[in-house]
């Protein structure tokens, strides 16, 4: 069995079980055999079933999110909001999965028609930051255009992970369509990789894991959806709402901790605001409450020692290089619980020599540096092997436009701190990735368009 851990208390929260590579086995099996079957059964009866598990969902939002605050550590309101969030995934495939259909044309005499078939029987491998949503939205796309798919959960958090399949399980989903395994990811990854039946992979988590699936998929020729790490940059220019400008970097910087691949990890403040922004941002981020997650708090815990750790020496290495903490810069000691709570931390002067600006820092950190041309910003922001999501903060929607179009990520907010909704494609490019998910575009990464051509 392997046992789950409250990251704020170390208590042990639940088990779940060590899946042999047997069993691992037993499910593609199953999920080989479903998937001709669920792909046969007609769309309005997939979308209602997918309907009914957003339902489900938000029939158990609070016990839902007290399992994930639970065994992930987020306070509960964002526990609550991550349900809603998963939730809109399946309402979005239900209602986009009617509206596929197949192209036809007459070319040469010939009739040829475009089928958009399921790919077949896929997998997912999802992190432990949102255990809920980061599953939601590959299980709903799946799902909802009729293939079969075996999850593996982070082992931080596979408790919500085994829940969901229960929840799916009720809402109408064969039993055999959809299987959560536990275990190690070595074992199960290498099973799903040897088996020839799988013919897809979705997977969310860190460039370096995503790097070594790549290599496995290679050798098969498996295809993948990777959405990988993020390092955004957020330009905060002169004629930016100061409030606004400041309310955006709470959000996106804090929200989760900081546990988040589109948090800004690098805030660039034109001169004319800087000192402001800086002051506000201050006093804003020090009021910060840190404690369990169930406390009405701003800030949980960390999800384990390595992750407090990480972000403790990102923040010794920006000072060593010449960053000025204005704001924290270790950790807080809450009695009766763990010592990973970091402090929400500011730092000034950071640049590209520190670590904190080419690594994804996954905490409460905010590194800002100054800057006073347009172009130098976008230089700076586009300057990192990621491009997941950036933001812009500014009051003209003349620079807002020109700005992200500059910039090199997949997914910009301007003056947005949440620019990620389930309606549209969610992805990066460069090392953060390739794949979509959300809207339309997520169901296709399911989809293999396959043309018939009659002669008559
Ligand atoms: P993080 O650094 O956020 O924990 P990881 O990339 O290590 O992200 O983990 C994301 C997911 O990938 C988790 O479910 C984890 O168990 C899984 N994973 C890690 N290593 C492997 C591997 N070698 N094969 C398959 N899955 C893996």
Redesign the pocket.
């Known amino acids: 069995m392997l046992e789950v851990l409250d990251p704020a208390t170390d208590k042990v929260v639940g088990r779940v079980a060590k899946a042999t590579r047997r069993e691992v086995d037993a499910a593609l099996d199953a999920a080989s055999a479903a998937q001709p079957r669920w792909a046969a059964t007609d769309a309005a009866t997939r979308s209602e079933t997918v309907a009914a598990i957003a339902e489900g969902l938000r029939a158990e939002r609070t016990p839902l999110a007290r399992l994930i605050t639970m065994e992930q550590g987020k306070p509960l309101t964002e526990s609550e909001a991550e349900v809603d969030y998963a939730a809109s995934f399946f309402e979005v495939a239900s209602r986009e999965s009617l509206r596929l259909g197949d192209q036809g044309l007459e070319v040469d005499g010939k009739r040829v028609r475009v089928e958009h078939r399921p790919i077949g029987p896929t997998a997912a491998?999802?992190?432990?930051?949102f255990p809920l949503a980061m599953l939601a939205k590959k299980t709903a796309a799946a799902i909802a255009v009729g293939c079969s798919q075996v999850v593996?959960?982070?082992?931080?958090t596979p408790l919500t992970a085994v829940r969901l399949g229960e929840i799916a399980v009720a809402a109408g989903v064969p039993r055999d369509v959809l299987h959560v395994v536990t275990g190690e990811?070595?074992e199960?990854?290498?099973a799903?990789?040897q088996d020839v039946r799988l013919r897809k992979l979705s997977?969310?988590?860190?460039?370096?894991?995503?790097r070594?699936?790549l290599t496995?998929a290679a050798a098969r020729v498996l295809p993948l959806s990777l959405e990988?790490g993020g390092h955004a940059p957020l330009i905060v220019f002169d004629d930016a709402n100061l409030e606004a400008a400041v309310e955006l970097t709470m959000i996106a910087k804090f929200r989760n901790g900081g546990q988040t691949c589109v948090a800004p990890n690098r805030i660039l403040v034109q001169s004319g605001i800087h000192d402001r922004y800086v002051d506000a941002l201050a006093e804003r981020a020090d009021r910060l409450t840190s404690g369990h997650g169930f406390d009405a708090v701003d800030l949980g815990p960390v999800?384990d020692d390595a992750a407090a750790s990480k972000i403790q020496h990102h923040i010794d290495d920006a000072i060593e290089h010449g960053g000025r903490v204005v704001v924290g810069g270790g950790r807080r000691t809450i009695p009766g619980l763990t010592d990973r709570f970091p402090e929400p931390t500011i730092i000034l002067d950071t640049g590209p020599e520190m670590r904190c600006w080419r690594e994804e820092t996954?905490g409460p950190v905010c590194p800002i540096r100054r800057f006073d041309r347009e172009i130098e910003a976008i230089e700076l922001a586009n300057r990192t092997p990621y491009g997941l999501a950036g933001y812009v903060s500014t009051s003209s929607e003349d620079l807002g436009r020109r700005v992200a179009r500059a910039l090199d990520c997949g997914i910009v907010g301007v003056n947005d701190p949440r620019p990620a909704i389930a309606d549209v494609p969610f992805g990066g490019v460069k090392a953060s990735g390739f794949g979509r998910e959300g809207g339309r575009l997520g169901l296709d990464d399911y989809l293999v368009p396959v043309t018939v051509s009659e002669v008559r």
Do not use: M, V
Not at 152 to 156: D, L, M, S, V
């Open positions: 491998i999802t992190p432990w930051n593996k959960p982070a082992e931080q990811p070595e199960i990854g290498e799903l990789f997977f969310t988590g860190s460039t370096e894991i995503g070594l699936l496995k990988l999800i996954f």
